[in-house]
């Protein structure tokens, strides 16, 4: 089918106003786009052929690896990332139209776990009675806030606000300005994406790794075997097999594209060791800039 014609389907870990949507808005140019309540829902509907491309959230400057997100691509499902979107996190504190903070207290503050404990610091000081609810995901939460005639509000960006006629009460309420968010794009059939002109900042592969044995020495065969070969490793984390205490498997990112040469290498050589490796992806990966919104603010 022409390019022309193919209407790609995308779903995302939704509902509308989350940053994966606002990284699928980045990332692409047209498309069916279908949101799931839940980042194990939208893997599966890769897997079944439901849609071609899912996006969720891989992991976090601050809070580190959505560890749902690994573990059920790497024990569930069979779905090779197809590229990354790193997007900037800027968390507000999203409240009705109608809600007066002169009369008013925040009894509740709902958000995603990760939305929350990026805003420790603040909730901790200016709402240390207020109950922390924890959803699904930041859109979730600010949908709970519209729906209600309580007083609570939500962790969320600007496009929650937008999405759900809600106003920001106070703007960038994380408690470290450096805040990113890895999104993987990931497919069960390659197939071409109409994507935005966006250039990638670097290639990257991701891999995983398993161990025969826990024995001394180990881990450091498995590096040596990318170190000669001067191969960067940008991140490499342990995670558990589920099949006992002890057992783990490493999951590796590689700053280059697979090739014929090195990667062949290195698993030849991790496979002597009696070792496994196994490619999750190799993909383009993309940043997004975004602007501060000039939105509606409560006073």
Partial sequence: MPESEYNQKIGYLGPKGTFTKMAVDALFHGGDFTSYETIPACLD??????IDTGVVPMENAIEGSVHLTIDYMTHHVD???VAEMTVPIKQHLLVRKDF???VEEITQVYSHSHAIAQCHQYLHKQ???AELRYTSSTGRAAEIVADSDEPIA?????????ENRLVIMKHDIHDYDNNHTRFAVVQKQPKTMKIRDHIPTKHKTTVMVTLPKDYAGALHQVLAAFAWRKMNLSKIESRPMKT?????????DIDQAY????FPGVEAELEALGCSLKLLGTYPSYELSVPTPNMQTSQ
């Fill in 45 to 50: 509907a890769v897997e079944a052929g439901e």
């Fill in 259 to 262: 090739d014929q040469v090195l």
């Fill in 100 to 102: 007066d903070p002169e």
């Fill in 244 to 252: 006992g205490l002890g057992n783990y498997f490493f999951l590796i």
């Fill in 127 to 129: 709402y240390p009675n």
């Fill in 79 to 81: 779905v090779p990332i």
């Fill in 154 to 162: 939500a962790i969320g960006n600007h496009l929650a606000a937008e």
